[in-house]
């Protein structure tokens, strides 16, 4: 009796699938290429757009420029933890610093690009250009 029990709860136990210590981590080579910044979402008349170019995306940073040529990404992070693709970055021009952050969704990024120098906070959204 006891073995059968046993046997019926061993059964039972290797039956039920587990899932594995570590989870699948999104693919963060869909970041790298061109993407379009809309720096005014909120105005579909306005024309205010800028430009991202993420050229690599190895161990967990992310290289490029932010805003446009010439502007070089630094410290660029990503972080996948949640399943979902966030990262960050700073970038800088004569006016001062920009500490950046966004997230992928659906094929588009949603970003904030904040200011101290110029005392602002944009809020942005992404579309990535055809290559």
């Known amino acids: 009796m006891k073995t059968r029990i046993l046997f019926f709860v061993c059964t039972v136990f290797f039956s039920i699938p587990f899932a594995s210590a570590q989870s699948q981590s999104p693919d963060v080579s869909v970041l790298e290429g061109y993407w379009k910044l809309d720096m005014t979402p909120e105005n579909p008349s306005d024309s205010n757009f800028a430009q991202m170019i993420i050229t690599s995306t190895k161990d967990n940073q992310i290289q490029g420029s932010f805003y446009r040529d010439g502007v070089s990404m630094k410290e ?13 970055l700073v970038s800088q021009d004569n006016s001062g ?9 659906d094929g ?12 602002f906070l944009s809020v942005w959204t992404a579309s990535k250009v055809a290559e």
């Open 97 to 105: 610093k920009y500490n950046t952050s966004f997230y992928y969704e």
């Open 108 to 119: 588009k990024l949603y970003g904030t690009t904040h200011s101290l120098s110029r005392d």
């Open 76 to 88: 660029g992070r990503i972080n996948t933890q949640t399943g979902v693709i966030h990262a960050a």
